[in-house]
């Protein structure tokens, strides 16, 4: 693959063109280009006078922030390779994950100090940094496209957690191609509220910087503060799981339709053709999207006026993504049979870091072997069914959680529900189901089963029913499907 190189980081691009246009929001903060363009210098200054150099693996334990924004340019600059680390991990989970990424250094704020104290790496604390009168050193930098930019550990809802190693020019295309499938508006402010260390939040962070747009940044998703955000910041689109988009339809429903609001971009989980048609009855601007971070986020997305054609498809691939559905032993698969969906293009990572077997077995003849199972239809759009360690065996058949979520979901007692496999002598596994009720409203087990009788295949239709406060979800949104099946262990 041929780019043009060198060219300068992102971020003193736009300072030198946009200076003055904003660049980031947070709270009652604001920075310009300039402005994000100058702490990114001094911090480079300050984390060279501290021992970062280039090609170091620096790990990131920030809380969403001005900092990790900044560290984010500032490694770029700097040619070190950063490793956002999951705020929510235990210290043995972070411990494995900073000694397995060969972490160098660790940057943390006051806010993470406790927990970055546990770890055995050299600590450097972003806020107790003193000033260096070496920022103008800093201003710009070559960049390589071909150099990775960050490892991103998967979220780890099955089995050991992977580096995948994102380069910079994987960021590159998967921004272009968003902009091609959902428009730049000059005006553009990107609200996110997803945390920073996944590769989500980490794409609007370049995204922006790329497309020299804002960024308005919250510390967690609270549906009240982005209500209040999509109503009063003159935010242009908004990237959401479709847990964050039910609470807000639940609760604040008028801020979505905010005149500024041009897209409601949905994913890091399956979408249930339900709460589409939802938004799309309201006349929701919904860009229902599929990605995954080993593909630096985006790979197909509907947009608005796409989405209403058909609720619960993602769309087509993106520009540059070449997307296959094959059977078990690599072979395209008709139009509307489900198999496993590949990726290719220049999008999809250069690996997983130390992790060969595991490299080997998801990149294969240059493609992405994603372990999601979904289907093409005859226009080629994608829709997605289940990732393939969800999917449940039952006496021979195919379980799709999804889709018998998708029926408890129609029932308005039920707020929300996770469907998992446990082992079963006799049928391999059986179907059983954590609900969430939906307030005010009572039913029992034995009624909500009978009502997915009505519905579902004899072989889809859950065994057991517990009643739960809330899903166990990773901080992305997706269900914890491991741990669902601990609430059935007696």
């Known amino acids: 693959m041929v780019h043009l190189s060198p060219m300068f980081d992102w971020l003193a691009h736009q300072a030198q063109v946009s200076p003055r246009k904003l660049a980031l929001v947070f709270g009652k903060q604001q920075w310009t280009f ?16 501290a021992g970062v150099t280039t090609g170091q693996h620096v790990a990131l334990l920030l809380p969403n922030g001005p900092e990790f924004v ?51 790496v050299r600590q450097i604390n972003l806020q107790a940094l003193p000033p260096s009168p070496e920022a103008g050193q800093w201003r710009r930098r070559p960049l390589n496209l071909d150099t990775v930019q960050g490892i991103i550990f998967t979220s780890g809802t099955s089995g050991q957690p992977k580096g ?48 020299g ?16 955000s999509l109503r009063a ?65 985006q790979v197909a997305t509907a947009a608005p006026d796409e989405a209403q054609r058909k609720p619960g ?11 296959r559905v094959v059977d078990a032993v690599g072979n395209p698969l008709p139009a509307g049979e489900i198999g496993e969906i590949t990726v290719s293009g220049p999008t999809v990572m250069a690996g997983y870091y130390r992790q060969p077997e595991a490299t080997a077995q998801t990149l294969r003849h240059g493609e992405l072997f994603t372990g999601d199972l979904g289907y093409l239809d005859a226009d080629g759009d994608l829709w997605v069914v289940q990732r393939r360690s969800d999917l449940i065996v039952s006496g021979g058949e195919n379980v799709y959680p999804a889709e018998v979520e998708a029926v408890l979901r129609e029932h308005p007692a039920v707020a929300d529900a996770a469907v998992v496999g446990l082992p079963d002598a006799e049928w391999g596994q059986r179907v059983v189901a954590a609900v969430v009720p939906a307030a005010g409203v009572q039913l029992s087990p034995p009624e909500l089963i009978d009502f997915c009788r009505a519905r579902l295949a004899g072989y889809k ?29 007696v």
């Not at 702490?39 to 200054?45: D, K, L, P, Y």
């Open 164 to 211: 995948a190693l994102l380069t910079f020019a994987n960021h590159f295309y998967s921004a272009t191609a968003s902009a091609f499938r959902l428009g730049v508006l000059p005006g553009d402010r990107w609200l996110a509220c997803m945390p920073l260390y996944h590769v989500g939040g980490q794409a609007i962070v370049l995204r922006s910087c790329l497309y």
């Open 313 to 323: 498809s993602v769309g087509r691939p993106l520009l540059f993504a070449a997307v």
């Open 233 to 297: 910041a003159a935010v242009t689109l908004i990237s959401v799981v479709p847990t964050m988009l039910h609470r807000l339809l639940e609760h604040h429903l008028d801020s979505l339709r905010a005149p500024h609001l041009r897209c409601i971009l949905v994913g890091g989980a399956a979408l249930s053709p339900q709460l589409a048609r939802t938004c799309i009855e309201l006349g929701l601007p919904l860009a229902a999207t599929y990605g995954l971070t080993e593909a630096a986020s």
């Open 70 to 120: 900044l560290a984010i340019h500032t490694l770029a600059r700097l040619g070190a390779v950063a490793v956002p680390l999951n705020l929510r991990l235990t210290p043995a989970e972070l411990r494995w994950q900073v000694t397995h990424a060969d972490c160098a250094a660790l940057l943390h704020v006051d806010d993470t100090a406790p927990a970055a104290a546990d770890l055995a």
């Open 213 to 228: 747009t804002a960024m308005v940044l919250h510390p967690r998703f609270e549906a009240a503060a982005v209500a209040e």
């Open 461 to 489: 239709i859950p065994r057991e029913v517990r009643w739960v406060e809330a899903l166990p979800q990773t901080a992305s949104g997706k269900i914890k499907r491991d741990e669902v099946k601990q609430l059935f262990v």
């Open 34 to 49: 300039a402005e994000l363009d100058d702490g990114a210098a001094q911090m480079c200054a300050q984390l060279t006078a």
